[in-house]
């Protein structure tokens, strides 16, 4: 089975399969990228995503980007040392295929797939992206969990362990937390957990981070970006810069209330999918933005050349998962309750925190995120035919060919913000 076909809506980062584990683990035999349930667990991840997402920009006006994976990967750790009704919730947010150590082999596989250290071009071959996952477990020096929870996460997940006076020293332990994720996501995400996010309660900080740089495989040229008016929602505009290709060769498609194009980054794996909805019709294309809507638009592009219009954008999103999750998808399981016993009989989760941030620009994309879990205790060529013109709001998703992963989904209602 080919994954790219299993799950044609995947979000974009070239993945290395490498030989070895993720670090912290053994030599383990090469990953195939057509395990079902690496497949199954990227589904789950990507749909759950799409869920948070839904809720993220439910009642608000302001751009949002969020990453479905690093999200999944932080609640994986916490997964493993999750019991009862809390297992049961995760389950059923998350979609997960299989139990225990099956569930946690699929989540190293997975992880092994995506990450790769990018190479710049040579004569032989074009620059490929750069993808970076790390997850840690931040732990007072008071807090003892169950005996083998540590070694679980670091062989599947690659988290190491750090101890820090969480309890005693809470601000001083959240600046370094805080810098260990700033030097993760390359100074993307300076500042995960916000002052007052540790106190006394708090026990154990399950981080995840996610970075990638990618360049364009048709990169635009600096010279064809202009200032243009973009159209908001509420029919009002400001001029943006729209960077622009005449005869951008691609996969691309409109129709049905939008024009979407896939534009690909150098390496051809990952690609960031725009879906530029017709005036008037935001509302309900973004209503519409889930797994089963993506592979649908999957099907309906085909190569053809596009004049193409982006504009050039940056957009930052602080999320609070527990309201998300809790208040607003209704799984209110998860938080407060002592079902952790795979951790620790009186831990149970206090918080949790999602930061990302995108930069698009003429020459590709760098983009990162984070998310923290705090456990406490009781802590000239022809003319073309289509024209594509993003001077409006749109959706994009980002995702990897191969594993089926969503890397980043994200909206853009303002490109000055």
């Given amino acids: 089975m080919n994954l790219a076909r299993a799950i044609p809506l995947t979000l974009a980062a070239s993945m290395l399969v490498t030989a070895c584990a993720v670090p912290g683990q053994a030599p383990v035999e090469r990953p195939s990228p057509d395990s079902p349930d690496t497949v199954a667990l990227a589904t789950g991840l990507n749909d759950a995503g799409y869920r948070v997402f839904h809720a993220a920009v439910a009642g608000s006006n302001e751009d949002v980007v969020l990453s479905p994976l690093s999200i999944g990967l932080a609640f994986g750790m916490l997964d493993v040392g999750a019991t009862d009704n809390l297992a049961a919730q995760l389950e059923e947010l998350f979609g997960y295929p299989v139990e225990g150590e099956a569930r946690w082999s699929a989540f190293n596989t997975l992880e092994q797939l995506l990450v790769q250290e990018g190479e710049p071009a040579t004569e032989e071959q074009s620059a490929t992206p750069t993808l970076r996952i790390a997850n840690r477990a931040f732990q007072d020096t008071g807090f003892e969990p169950v005996e083998g929870y540590n070694e679980l996460i670091e062989t599947w997940f690659g988290a190491g362990m750090e101890n820090l006076a969480l309890r005693a020293e809470p601000e001083k332990s959240r600046v370094t937390i805080n810098a260990w994720v700033e030097e993760r996501t390359s100074g993307l995400i300076p500042n995960l957990l916000p002052e007052g996010a540790l106190n006394e309660e708090s026990a154990m900080v399950l981080v995840n981070t996610l970075y990638m740089k990618a360049t364009w495989l048709t990169p635009f040229e600096d010279y064809a970006t202009e200032d243009a008016d973009f159209t908001f929602l509420d029919g009002t505009t400001a001029s943006v810069p729209l960077m622009h290709e005449g005869q951008f060769n691609g996969?691309?498609?409109?129709?049905?209330?939008y024009a979407a194009i896939d534009l690909p980054y150098s390496g051809d794996d990952i690609s960031m999918l725009v879906i530029a909805p017709d005036a008037g019709e935001y509302a309900a294309i973004e209503a519409q933005l889930s797994a089963d809507f993506v592979a649908e638009i999957d099907g309906k592009l085909k190569d053809q050349p596009v004049d193409f219009y982006l504009p050039r954008f940056e957009s930052t999103a602080d999320l609070d998962l527990r309201k998300v999750i809790e208040d607003q998808l209704g799984f209110t399981g998860i938080f407060k309750v002592t079902e952790l016993g795979g951790i620790h009989p009186d831990a149970y989760v206090d918080a949790a925190l999602h930061s990302a941030k995108i930069i698009v620009d003429?020459?590709?994309?760098?983009?990162?995120?984070?998310?923290a879990i705090m456990v406490g205790t009781t802590s000239a060529p022809p003319e073309p035919d289509l024209v594509i013109r993003v001077d409006r709001p749109f959706l994009?998703?980002?995702?990897?060919?191969?594993t089926g992963a969503v890397l980043f989904v994200g909206r853009v209602l303002d490109p000055r913000a």
């Avoid at 996969?251 to 209330?257: F, K, L, P, W």
């Avoid at 003429?362 to 998310?371: D, I, M, R, S, W």
């Fill in 251 to 257: 996969r691309a498609y409109a129709g049905d209330g």
């Fill in 362 to 371: 003429e020459e590709g994309t760098e983009a990162a995120a984070a998310t």
């Fill in 396 to 402: 994009y998703v980002i995702r990897d060919h191969e």
